[in-house]
């Protein structure tokens, strides 16, 4: 007996709609700002710094959908949410500045600067970055280029302290902000920026007190001194100092003066706090060397200041109290 099979041969034809015109997966950043976080140039008084930047951050599943309302298409084009991150592009982790845009600086050659992000259609407040870590909670991404108003904002902040403290001269930050997002939330978009500050040649005395005598006592000279700090932030901590007095003769010699009478007095300034007067001090500016470590010299002093009344000057002299009044006037050298 003969076996017969049969085979049936089974033809599937399956239909499928075709996507949308423009469809995609759709993120970009548009417009981060290269040259809005030009800080110019900071000096003593300025206080904190900080500025903002304004971009686009489009998040989508159409990669033609410009406007709000969208155009009528199937599936309906919407926004998705995306997260933004911002990285150094020099070799130190971290959001720092660099003198000279030398990278390999620390200490006070460097800022220490602070990154925020939000979004402005959102109306949320400012979340502070963490170097290379998208923030915790996605944003509202937009369509293609913002066209109903860009969404982003960054902020770059400089503490007061750190720039007061700082070496005079040019700093950079180099940085990268990436976001992510799109219809499946896995897109990557960065961009390349920097950040530019000036902090000027700044020179400051602290740390003075006044010079009391008290009452003469006829037979010795009057001899006091006072130590001070002195900051320069230049390379070298190199500065010129020039003191004078209300009282001070166009020779240049300082006098006690007291509503009857006048007594001279010698004044020295030494660029140190060791023993002895140092250079006398008349009209011309004495060069020194100072601190350019801290603004108060780490609290240790690095000048002094002597006064030298003479008892054959004082003498003679009539009965009162004498004073006199010092400005200390430094500038970088």
């Known amino acids: 007996m003969k076996t017969i099979r049969a085979i049936a041969i089974i033809a599937a034809l399956v239909l499928c709609k075709p996507a949308a015109a423009g469809q995609a997966d759709y993120f970009n950043l548009y417009n981060v700002p290269n040259g809005q976080f030009n800080f110019g140039t900071w000096s003593i008084g300025m206080g904190d710094q900080a500025m903002i930047a304004l971009f686009c951050v489009a998040s989508a599943n159409y990669n033609n959908a410009y406007n709000d309302p969208p155009p009528v298409v199937d599936p309906p084009a919407q926004?998705?949410?995306?997260?933004?991150?911002?990285?150094?592009?020099?070799?130190?982790?971290?959001?720092?500045?660099y003198l000279n845009n030398?990278?390999?600086?620390?200490?006070?050659?460097?800022?220490?600067?602070?990154?925020?992000?939000?979004?402005?259609?959102?109306?949320?407040?400012?979340?502070?970055?963490?170097?290379?870590?998208?923030?915790?909670?996605?944003?509202?991404?937009?369509?293609?280029?913002?066209?109903?108003?860009?969404n982003s904002q960054l902020r770059i902040s400089i503490p007061q302290l750190q720039l007061q403290n700082a070496r005079a001269g040019a700093y950079r930050g180099r940085w990268t902000a990436t976001g992510i997002g799109g219809s499946s939330g896995t897109v990557v978009d960065s961009d390349n920026f920097r950040s530019d500050l000036v902090v000027s040649d700044i020179v400051r005395v602290s740390g003075l007190t006044d010079i009391a005598f008290g009452v003469h006592v006829p037979g010795a000279d009057q001899v006091g001194e006072r130590t001070f700090c002195v900051y320069a932030n230049n390379d070298s901590a190199l500065y010129n100092v020039t003191i004078s007095s209300p009282n001070q003769d166009g020779g240049g010699n300082f006098f006690l003066k007291s509503p009857d009478d006048t007594i001279p007095y010698s004044l020295y300034f030494k660029d140190n706090t060791s023993a002895g007067f140092g250079t006398a001090v008349g009209t011309a500016a004495i060069n020194g060397?100072?601190?350019?470590?801290?603004?108060?010299?780490?609290?240790?002093?690095?000048?002094?200041?002597?006064?030298?009344?003479?008892?054959?000057?004082?003498?003679?002299?009539k009965t009162g109290?004498?004073?006199?009044?010092?400005?200390?006037?430094?500038?970088?050298?």
């Open 321 to 333: 109290n004498y004073s006199d009044t010092l400005t200390i006037l430094v500038a970088p050298n």
């Open 289 to 317: 060397n100072g601190n350019n470590s801290a603004n108060d010299c780490g609290s240790v002093h690095n000048a002094k200041i002597s006064v030298s009344v003479a008892d054959a000057d004082i003498v003679p002299s």
């Open 79 to 97: 926004h998705f949410p995306y997260d933004i991150k911002v990285a150094t592009r020099n070799a130190d982790p971290g959001y720092y500045m």
């Open 102 to 150: 030398d990278d390999s600086n620390t200490g006070n050659a460097r800022l220490t600067v602070t990154f925020e992000h939000r979004d402005m259609l959102e109306g949320t407040g400012w979340e502070t970055l963490i170097h290379d870590t998208y923030v915790s909670h996605a944003h509202d991404g937009q369509f293609k280029r913002c066209k109903n108003g860009k």
